[in-house]
């Protein structure tokens, strides 16, 4: 199946900083992305929509201004936590569509670990 | 909301068929079934996906009911790497679709 990383795999950060996380298609191109959130014994939870070049689409109750969502490439969408605070730690996980060949698979990355301090 | 029924959790023997059974009885005609699963601390790793006929990959089959109100994930020949949560989602699979996680069913394969 296609591969989608991210990075960093974990991050530890001081309470007030920002962090980014990267998350990039490797071997397709995908015109949306999605970033999810996960907190313990959770399931996983819809944050945004990441469009390229156009902007990201928030599901309800997700703050925008504090998750920066930016999606310059079609291979390339990022994350940005700012300002973070330790209620802000979880597990943050992308996906991407690959639609090549009509396909209709989503495929995910392998999560970051965030602990805000 | 989640459109999907699973048990909470289920075992399974090493080397054993494992049936992983999910309720969609509001399911649309246009609606895929889709199954991921998670493996403790990673990201959901794609399965299987079907419409109206059942479906075979490398990793398991999907059994679609003919009023498409539920399904039934197979791994033929379950191993202890097969230990996961497994999540039944419906979509439309296309190009905007979301995946909506439900709780999923967490799979145990004991030696």
């Known amino acids: 199946g296609a591969v989608v990383s991210q990075h960093p795999s974990r991050v530890i950060c001081k309470s007030g900083t920002s962090v980014k996380i990267e998350c990039r298609s490797l071997d397709f191109q995908a015109t949306t992305m999605f970033w999810y959130r996960q907190f313990p014994k959770q399931s996983l939870m819809l944050m945004a929509t990441?469009?390229?070049?156009?902007?990201?689409?928030?599901e309800q109750g997700v703050e925008k201004d504090k998750f920066l969502i930016n999606h310059a490439s079609l291979t390339l969408s990022t994350l940005t936590v700012t300002s973070a605070h330790p209620e802000d730690s979880s597990f943050y996980i992308c996906?991407?569509?690959?639609f090549g060949a009509g396909r209709n698979e989503q495929f995910f990355g392998p999560g970051t670990r965030l602990t805000v301090l | 909301d989640a459109k999907t029924t699973q048990p909470t959790s289920m075992d399974c023997a090493e080397g054993r068929a494992a049936n992983l059974p999910c309720n969609h009885s509001?399911?649309?005609?246009?609606?895929?079934v889709y199954w991921y699963r998670q493996i403790h601390s990673q990201g959901p790793q794609y399965i299987i996906h079907?419409?109206?006929n059942n479906e075979t990959n490398e990793m398991a089959s999907l059994i679609i009911t003919e009023d498409r109100k539920s399904s039934t994930l197979i791994l033929p020949h379950a191993t202890l790497r097969d230990t996961a949560v497994y999540y039944c989602i419906v979509n439309y699979g296309t190009s905007y679709g979301k995946l909506t996680f439900g709780q999923g069913t967490i799979l145990t394969v004991h030696p």
């Open positions: 996906s991407a569509r690959d």
């Open positions: 509001t399911i649309s005609g246009n609606e895929y």
């Open positions: 990441s469009n390229e070049g156009s902007k990201a689409t928030y």
């Open positions: 079907g419409l109206k």
